[in-house]
């Protein structure tokens, strides 16, 4: 027997229906919107990936779009634009999304379209071998954009040999080699009814949804492999990948917060204001007053069990230990001096408004209940999040950032023409 949940929010509805064969269905209804945004969230990501399989995940996101039983690729990429709606997808470390957002008059065909490729993509050898040739050109154009490709490179010596510090696109030598029965098979054992959430936000029946999902939507039973144990064996202190280029790319991070950690919050809160814009303290400091580079910014990425603060600038090779420096230095001082009362409330403001904004977007609404469901199993009211936010204390902010800035856990990594040796003596305040 179905399993169903409903909550009554500021905007409209919330509801989440357990299939009786462990297919999650959550929405949001809001009356006050035409379109409705849908995401089949599947659990799995290159964190999933062996070293052999590393890639699989993008690789099959990109061939379910290549021809099903009923549609080519061609009739698949018009199917919703010719609506006025949009068909997508996308591949992270944890988990795989295929998305839709159409007029609400419009549900059945993206409902339809959705589910025929998720579940009936024929994966022929011959679109196999086009598609290689689109993964190998996307890989190097990922190699060629160093702004992009230094987040690889610090992903891999932070995290090593674990499968979070894999590339998502995979190297080329798994993606030309893997056969059509490996992708296949990699497919079957993790697009599971249990380790998969149909997400939807707009003007949706529920209902209508769960009915929908019921007719059309058809996997394996049972749940999916699970994860790695998250752990650092072998991870890289400092790490530089020279090349001969005009820029040097730098990503410094220390160990972060889950995405369930209850001080996710602070830890928001301290990652706006040291680099969330250009009143932050790193770009006030090191672009505006020292003028070192043209792009400064920190950041937070949240796993299920675990998470990576980090900061990423770039400059030219003769100043980038003293850009790092600066990071270093403003870091340190988060840990011996607490914020102001008013400068702490301006990073909350910052984030409260981030977040208000974006929830004008159905597309950004289902993104944010299909990645609740997938991590945590829950739901989270927005007005329980504003009062999450405006509990963090400078307090807060100072007691996390001793907690987390451990030089000793720290990793840089750097793309450009620069000797290690300018690194000698880092971390060591």
């Not at 969230?41 to 699989?56: I, Q």
């Not at 005009?246 to 990652?271: E, I, V, W």
């Not at 400064?296 to 600038?313: A, K, N, P, R, W």
């Amino acid at each position: 027997m179905a399993r169903s949940l409903k909550i009554e929010t500021r905007d409209g509805t919330y509801q989440k229906t357990t299939l009786k064969n462990g297919l999650r269905v959550v929405s949001e209804t809001l009356p006050s919107v035409r379109s409705i945004s849908i995401g089949v969230w599947v659990d799995v990501g290159s964190r999933k990936e062996g070293n052999a399989e590393n890639g699989l995940s993008h690789f099959i996101e990109h061939m379910v779009f290549k021809g099903t039983h009923r549609r080519r690729a061609k009739q698949i990429a018009a199917s919703l634009e010719s609506l006025g709606g949009a068909l997508n997808a996308f591949t992270t470390r944890e988990h795989t999304c295929f998305t839709a957002r159409v007029l609400d008059e419009h549900l059945v065909e993206a409902i339809d379209v959705l589910a025929d490729i998720v579940c009936h993509s024929t994966m022929t050898p011959v679109n196999m071998n086009r598609e290689r040739q689109v993964i190998c050109e996307e890989i190097k154009e990922s190699l060629d954009t160093p702004s992009d490709h230094i987040h690889d490179l610090f992903s891999q010596a932070y995290w090593g040999k674990h499968p979070l510090g894999q590339t998502i696109l995979g190297p080329p030598e798994i993606i030309n080699g893997v056969s059509r029965g490996h992708l296949r098979g990699f497919m079957n054992r993790h697009y599971r009814n249990e380790s998969i959430v149909i997400a939807a936000s707009g003007a949706v029946s529920h209902r209508k949804l769960v009915k929908l999902v019921q007719e059309h939507f058809e996997f394996g039973e049972g749940t999916a492999d699970g994860l790695t144990p998250v752990h650092r064996d072998s991870f890289v202190p400092v790490s530089v990948t020279p090349n001969d280029s005009n820029q040097t790319h730098f990503c410094l991070g220390f160990p972060g917060l889950s995405y369930s950690d209850p001080r996710k919050m602070a830890m928001l809160s301290l990652t706006s204001y040291l680099g969330g814009g250009m009143s932050s303290v790193l770009f006030q400091k090191i672009r505006e007053q020292r003028g070192l580079v043209y792009t400064v910014f920190s950041f937070h990425d949240c796993y299920v069990d675990s998470g990576i603060f980090g900061v990423y600038l770039g400059t030219d090779h003769t100043r980038v230990r003293e850009a790092c420096d600066v990071v270093l230095d403003e870091c340190r001082r988060m840990k011996k001096k607490k914020l102001t009362a008013s400068v702490l409330e301006l990073a909350k403001a910052q984030i409260k408004g981030h977040l208000m904004l974006g929830l004008e977007s159905t597309s950004n609404r289902q993104n944010r209940i299909g990645r609740l469901e997938m991590m945590t199993g829950d739901f989270v009211q927005i007005k329980e999040v504003i009062k999450a936010i405006d509990r963090v204390t400078p307090s807060d902010i100072a007691q996390l950032a001793n907690e987390c800035f451990n030089e000793a856990e720290m990793t840089i990594a750097v793309l450009g023409p620069v000797d290690k040796k300018v690194f000698d003596g880092v971390g060591r305040a």
